[in-house]
């Protein structure tokens, strides 16, 4: 078994009140990490990093390592190659660790049980070398190809290179003759020659720094030169001055006087150079034509009128006939006007939006005299995809999202991919792992061919030509290859579950035979009991998995597991990298690199609440902010993947325009596949996403709702806005007016503050040190990492009406490599004790408290001032699945009417929102913690019909002229408000309609029954859970649409079913009724049975999905149900025989 070494993480432990001389010995003092694993030989290697380039001998000891000073005949290498090496062993490590445990970081030969090939994967195949005793892999280049010292071709690693030029006089152990080049440097310049590389200077700081420090560089080095500071480091003004500011670190800067860089030899950029060429904005507002939207907003108005007027008619007008009758009716209609009102308001300003691709490449990626190569300027962004349990989100799909992701048109460098795995699954590691190594052929194979969607399953699944378009001759064969590839890549995620099971056991079973031999051997004649050794769930390595046992164990189950963190693959290299024509494809011209992906499993020990989704999401945040610490992120469901390659430059357009910088989120639409083509249930819900999201667009921006979102991590930190006002006055403010403060806050600093408690842009605080641990925890990685995340985060100051912006080519700087003291420390800030006494989870990351945390956190930030974006691009920039099933799709809308009813019994409810959020968005918000009230009025009036047609009264006391010709027109003009949301937002009338028919569905169902659990939590603190009490599968594997079919028996069904047999039996107790009177009241039957008729009619999904499949309900079944309604009509009639008649039957007779 492979030995795990381990570290303790120093970092974590820091003092939050440590002053500034603490700190730097800390930083001088890096954390020591020592890797340690088993050679097949038997040997253990042990790597330390304050050793890393001294030599280091063969031990016996797992836990021993040799410290070897540097002396004039043990001088270190370079220092950029040591970070190299140990980049290449973190990334091929395991790291483990959490609350009391030590981290320990496990290097890994094999991920997998298959090979994986590209240089960039952890565990890559790669040559071993050829000294006696030692396998440790050889070094290699960026494309994976060994690096050999010798001509002779002689295989050596590292180490036993370094111990041959220091102490074996630099003789090659292979041919016995002097190496000609000992420096690994030139090794590698050599190996790449036919390769250009970017010209480089020497960063601003000294290399003697920390890892922080190195990473700060980059803001130091624009910002010091902007307020001219002073250091004994380094001169930037001079460096500037002698390089003149084209390139490299430092490359422009913008003073307060408005010029930009030097000017005195014309290398320089100034406001002159700027608006020398036009300046265009990268995305523009497309405001509805005004012979929609006026009629629109004028019809709203008339609405509201007629409304009014009618309410108070029916008020003033009462039925003494049927005063409870009345009194039911006008009470809902008063809560239904209510609600239209809440629900309408902020569709007053519905806006659509567009962006220039074009413009986002001319700034950005071409070449300019601030960024002379070309290089990108586009900031940094982190993926996360999370995923909780391998059985329900099934591996497959997983994996499919995250090629979408890692193909995506968008710089290599600059992208990171995290997955979150909040179950601990080996399974969905290997998975993971599987597709990174699948990514070696299917991201170039995207590339070359540029395709569309670059989610593997999706491409080959889709029905069109996939020939259209493609002019380069090799297609057909690529693609041919390509989908064999992943065809057997399906299979072998398919058969991961059984192989781990086959593994473990075989794995278990040689460690009771071994337990047994050792029996044995201590106990020579006594009798031998069978061992019992707890049954664990084996790597492909041979080590125990750290996470969650298929046998749960101690340590090992899905609420009991240490945090677990493995860079999949490690981080690319900054220049591109083009393949060869003599691999699986001819990549001559096509860049083989991929992103930075990284397998993340937060710790999770009994007795803490680990905040399910919103908890994991913070994980991240944390976790990725100190190893890529990109300024932008964009999270996604694991069943929703990128549809469009280029949907992340076209939200990044909006976060880099012209005032971007007060964006918190750029919010795309959720587009669904496999939904049935009538849209039963209202799946692709496109009213909502259409018309509701278009609207609120107008105002500060949609509201956020849980995936698909392109976030500020600066606004995820709970900073406010750079600039931002208030939209109303605060309470009495006419009479009690306050003095506004004056800022305290630098310019410089203006996105780096927070408000009070209040949200009151008066009592705003500047970040004081102190103050910032117990904000986010005591990482000092985390703490320093913020400001360059708001300094990257930055739109371009490109243009002097550019406020808080960036020096252009401030972000063509190489990356920081990854070393083991970042991943130790993202492994202690994903430890279930990292959030104690801090404020994530309130005011920092996602909230807590919410079923839906997505809405809470985007209110928050709207709250503070931040504004969002609605991004609606010509091809969907994602897409997923839904449940088409009935039931499931009443548990998923249960589950929002739930988290919407906490929102409004919690602070986060609109009525108690910042003087800094519109009113219209107050209103927006309040109708979200409103609407699932509206089911208690919904449900009456569903009944209303039948109680009438019972009781043979009608809500009002006639139907005369004035009740219908105000219904007439308050339905015309619902109609035509339809037909203009149709037309200004581009849905169908079919899909309004269905929006409609399941607005009652759950209306009568799970929003009712989400209102009860609310209200029993609120009141009694008593929490109630609804779930399934049968399940059944489909039996047509075959059909696409099969669980459209399958009928799953819950609770939620029973107030519809309900509603329809009551109001059915009403239609026939009604007829009955009128047919038998003496003198028959038509108008209150016709007004009965189009009520009745009504609530039917949008009730009618519901029926058919009860009915299940087509064609399989027996015709007994409709035979019975018309004789048990005639029935019971008779029964009716007898019993409450009509007025004037004392017989059944009354005076009707039969001719």
Known sequence: MASNNHFTNSRSNLSTNSDAAEAARNHQQPPGVTFARRTSSGRYVNYSRDDLDSELGSVDFTNYTVHIPPTPDNQPMDPSISQKVEEQYVSSSLFTGGFNS???????????????????????????????????????????????????????????????????????????????????????????????????????????????????????????????????????????????????????????????????????????????RPWRPLTRKLQIPAAVISPYRLLIFIRIVVLALFLMWRIKHQNQDAIWLWGMSVVCELWFAFSWLLDQLPKLCPINRATDLNVLKEKFETPTPSNPTGKSDLPGLDMFVSTADPEKEPPLVTSNTILSILAADYPVEKLACYVSDDGGALLTFEAMAEAASFANIWVPFCRKHNIEPRNPDSYFSLKRDPYKNKVKADFVKDRRRVKREYDEFKVRINGLPDSIRRRSDAYHA????????????????????????????????????????????????????????????????????????????????????????????????????????????????????????????????????????????????????????????????????????????????????????????????????????????????????????????????????????????????????????????????????????????????????????????????????????????????????????????????????YEDKTEWGSRIGWIYGSVTEDVVTGYRMHNRGWKSVYCVTKRDAFRGTAPINLTDRLHQVLRWATGSVEIFFSRNNAFLASPKMKILQRIAYLNVGIYPFTSIFLIVYCFLPALSLFSGQFIVQTLNVTFLIYLLIISITLCLLALLEIKWSGISLEEWWRNEQFWLIGGTSAHLAAVIQGLLKVVAGIEISFTLTSKSGGDDVDDEFADLYVVKWTSLMIPPITIMMVNLIAIAVGFSRTIYSVIPQWSKLIGGVFFSFWVLAHLYPFAKGLMGRRGKTPTIVYVWSGLVAITISLLWVAVNPPAGSTQIGGSFTFP
């Open 102 to 276: 030590l981290t320990r970081a496990h290097l890994m030969d094999k991920v997998i049980d298959s090979e994986t090939n590209h240089p960039q994967m952890a565990g890559a195949k790669g040559s071993s070398c050829a000294i006696p005793g030692c396998d440790v892999k050889v070094m290699s280049d960026e494309r994976g190809q060994d690096l050999l010292p010798c001509e002779c071709d002689f295989k050596i690693c590292r180490d036993c290179f370094v111990d041959a030029v220091k102490t074996g006089g630099g003789i090659c152990p292979g041919c016995k003759e002097p190496y000609r080049n000992t420096d690994l440097t030139d090794l590698a310049e050599n190996n790449n020659k036919g390769q250009q590389q970017r010209p480089m200077l020497p960063p601003p700081s000294s290399g003697g720094g920390s890892k922080m420090e190195r990473r700060l560089s980059l803001m130091k080095s624009t910002k010091s030169g902007l307020m001219r500071s002073q250091t004994g480091d380094f001169d930037h003004n001079r460096w500037l001055f002698e390089t003149s500011g084209t390139y490299g670190y430092g490359n422009a800067f913008w003073t307060k006087d408005g010029n930009l860089g030097s000017e005195k030899d014309g290398h320089g950029m100034g406001p002159q150079d700027l608006m020398s």
């Open 510 to 833: 040689r460690e009771e035979i071994k337990a047994m031999k050792e029996q044995r051997q201590n106990r020579e004649d006594e009798i031998v009991e069978p061992v019992k050794i707890p049954k664990a769930t084996w790597m492909a390595d041979g080590t125990h998995w750290p996470g969650t046992w298929i046998n749960s164990a101690p340590d090992h189950s899905r609420s009991d597991h240490a945090g677990i963190i493995q860079v999949m693959l490690k981080p690319p290299s900054d220049e591109s990298l083009h393949g060869d024509s003599e691999g699986f494809l001819d990549l001559t011209d096509v860049d083989i690199r991929l992103p930075l992906l990284v397998y993340v499993s937060r710790e999770k020990r009994p007795g803490y609440d680990h905040n399910k989704k919103a908890g994991a999401m913070n994980a991240l945040v944390r976790a990725s902010a100190i190893m890529s610490n990109g300024p932008f992120i964009l999270n996604l469901d694991c069943d929703h993947y990128i549809y469009n390659s280029q949907a992340l430059r076209e939200g990044m357009c909006f976060m880099m325009d012209r005032g971007g910088d007060r964006l918190c989120y750029v919010q795309f639409p959720q587009r669904f596949e496999g939904i049935d083509p009538s849209d039963r249930y209202a799946n692709h819900n496109t009213v909502f996403f259409d018309v509701n999201m278009r609207a609120l667009d107008g105002l500060m921006g949609p509201v956020y709702v849980g995936t698909g979102c392109l976030f500020r991590r600066i606004a995820l930190y709970g900073f406010d806005p750079p600039r931002s006002k208030e939209h109303s006055p605060g309470f009495c403010s006419c009479c009690f007016r306050r003095k506004k403060k004056k800022s305290r806050v630098a310019e410089e600093n203006r996105s780096l503050r927070m408000s009070g408690g209040g949200g009151d842009s008066d009592d705003d605080e500047e970040m004081s040190l102190s103050l910032v641990p117990k904000k986010f925890g005591n990482s000092t990685f985390l703490i320093d990492s913020i400001p360059v995340a708001e300094f990257q985060g930055r739109p371009l100051a490109d243009h002097p009406a550019v406020q808080n912006g960036r020096p252009p080519g401030a972000l063509t700087i190489p990356r920081e490599l990854l070393d083991a003291s970042t991943v130790a420390e993202a492994i202690a800030v994903i430890s279930c004790w």
